[in-house]
């Protein structure tokens, strides 16, 4: 997990580039792409590895018949939040864009306006090298930073699919209509992961695109993450941190100079990560009920790791029993 700056200014970053241009390793780590368990274990799929865990797993492509050579790096963004005053409440949410990356609302006694979108860093020279991007995958981490005596109230999130109205999120209690809602005490945190709704989602699209989110009355173009809070404490007291993998294809202009590997189609690894995704829960607490308590917490498994990562097992999630 990257620290945040002294001077509390909001940072960002791409993870992995070679000059100003982020590079596509030559193929997932080997322990990711064969990895099996017991005697007739199950082959992880690199795709829902890093669909599961957007913040360990980089590199990693979407499996399907789009096999044009690209570059496959991670974006990072972090950023703090002051809850409003009356309620104690905010909404912040991730769109699977470069343009308009994150989501913040601005909250006057506890009346939401028109979000607030912010791109993804080294947004303008990113959207000169690269001529079309598609997010392979991507989570939402909100946290509690506050005084430990001030902690209180409580975190919502939700996946928002395509065509969600945003009127459903100008409140807290809103977001129960929207799938994978689920809500943790200020104490746990949590963490959201975003997935594909449908193949749409995994074409690839202009990176000037932005999600068309307008909560009056508008709908989204695309699936977004969103996280809600109420009953915090009026002050800087919320850090979210963003992890989001991409697979980009260079412009044709710059492809000389833009490191890319080529792509493999796996039907089978595709179909097999979207049948499990449909019933993988999205939404989990950071930290167990005991606030700086670590690990196991029931139905969720292992989930903190050293460092305060998520440790959530892949492989735990759908491999099979050895066979006696």
Not at 40 to 65: E, F, M, R, W
Request: aromatic share 8%; hydrophobic share 35%; with cysteine.
């Amino acid at each position: 997990m990257r620290a945040m700056s002294r001077g509390g200014a909001p940072p960002g970053r791409v993870v992995g580039a070679p000059a100003v241009a982020p590079a596509g390793p030559s193929g997932p780590p080997s322990n990711v792409r064969r990895k099996t368990v017991g005697r007739k274990g199950t082959q992880v799929v690199p795709y829902l590895a890093s669909l599961t865990n957007p913040c360990g797993l980089k590199g990693i492509k979407i499996p399907d018949d789009e096999m044009a050579p690209s570059s496959g790096f991670q974006t990072y963004t972090e950023y703090t939040l002051t809850p409003d005053a009356s309620t104690g409440s905010f909404v912040t949410g991730a769109s699977p864009t470069w343009h308009n990356h994150r989501l913040s609302w601005t909250n006057t006694n506890g009346v939401f306006t028109a979000p607030v979108g912010t791109d993804v860093a080294n947004y303008s020279t990113l959207s000169t090298l690269y001529s079309g991007i598609r997010c392979v995958s991507m989570c939402l981490k909100v946290q509690y930073i506050g005084v430990t005596n001030q902690m209180s109230g409580q975190m919502q999130a939700a996946w928002c699919p395509r065509n969600g109205s945003g009127n459903n999120i100008v409140a807290a209690a809103s977001l129960q209509g929207y799938p994978e809602y689920d809500s943790f005490p200020t104490t746990m945190g949590l963490e959201i992961l975003w997935k594909p709704q449908d193949s749409q989602d995994q074409e690839y699209q202009n990176p000037n695109a932005s999600p068309n989110f307008l909560p009056a009355g508008g709908t989204v173009s695309l699936p977004v993450i969103l996280v809600t809070g109420n009953g915090l404490p009026n002050t800087v007291c919320v850090r979210c941190q963003i992890y989001a993998n991409w697979e980009c294809i260079p412009q044709q202009s710059v492809a000389n100079f833009v490191q890319t590997t080529p792509s493999t189609a796996n039907p089978k690894q595709l179909a097999k990560a979207s049948k499990i995704m449909t019933a993988y829960k999205l939404v989990r607490p950071i930290l167990s009920a005991a606030a700086g308590a670590s690990s196991m917490i029931p139905g969720y498994g292992p989930i903190i790791a050293a460092g305060g990562s998520l440790a959530l097992s892949v492989a735990d999630f759908f491999t099979s029993r050895r066979r006696k």
